[in-house]
């Protein structure tokens, strides 16, 4: 994933936690110790990019996203969606598809724990 490295101003971005769009443009935002950085989004059809809610998640007509690694790869488009599970630290956001179940970009292979986990919500 290509981004580059510019300043803009807060104020000009609608947000959904850490997806920001303008007019023309998506961006991610992700929080250090002491400061956020905002990457470009490449690769995002701008018409029909949507957020799932207050996810780290976000979709376009041609690839899901997240806000920490950008495409996932081989998600299905029509059938995912988030999963949110609260935690003692807070929210922390799953998803899922026809063929499987995601922590940010990667598959849950552990699907006996998952399990678990989804039933203690």
Same mark, same amino acid.
């Given at each position: 994933?290509?981004?580059?490295?510019?300043? /803009?101003?807060? =104020?000009?971005?609608?947000?959904?936690?850490? $997806? #920001?769009? @303008?007019?023309?443009?998506?961006?991610? +935002?992700?929080? &250090?110790? !002491?400061?956020?950085?905002?990457?470009? #989004? @490449?690769?995002? !059809?701008?018409?029909?990019?949507?957020?799932?809610?207050?996810?780290?998640?976000?979709?376009? +007509?041609?690839?899901?996203? @997240?806000?920490? %690694?950008?495409? #996932?790869?081989?998600? !299905?488009?029509? =059938?995912?969606? &988030?999963?949110?599970?609260? &935690?003692?630290?807070?929210?922390?956001?799953?998803? +899922? @598809?026809? %063929? %499987? /179940? /995601?922590?940010?970009? +990667? $598959?849950?292979? !552990? &699907?006996?724990?998952?399990?678990?986990?989804?039933? %203690?919500?």
């Amino acid at each position: 994933m290509e981004s580059r490295q510019e300043f /803009y101003r807060c =104020t000009n971005f609608r947000r959904s936690r850490r $997806i #920001l769009t @303008d007019k023309k443009r998506v961006y991610y +935002k992700y929080m &250090t110790s !002491d400061c956020a950085l905002v990457y470009e #989004l @490449d690769s995002v !059809d701008r018409k029909s990019f949507v957020t799932f809610g207050n996810s780290n998640y976000a979709k376009d +007509k041609n690839h899901v996203f @997240d806000s920490r %690694n950008g495409i #996932l790869r081989n998600v !299905d488009l029509e =059938t995912f969606q &988030t999963i949110l599970i609260e &935690t003692e630290d807070g929210r922390i956001a799953y998803a +899922k @598809d026809k %063929n %499987n /179940y /995601y922590f940010w970009n +990667k $598959i849950i292979t !552990d &699907t006996v724990g998952f399990s678990k986990l989804l039933r %203690n919500k």
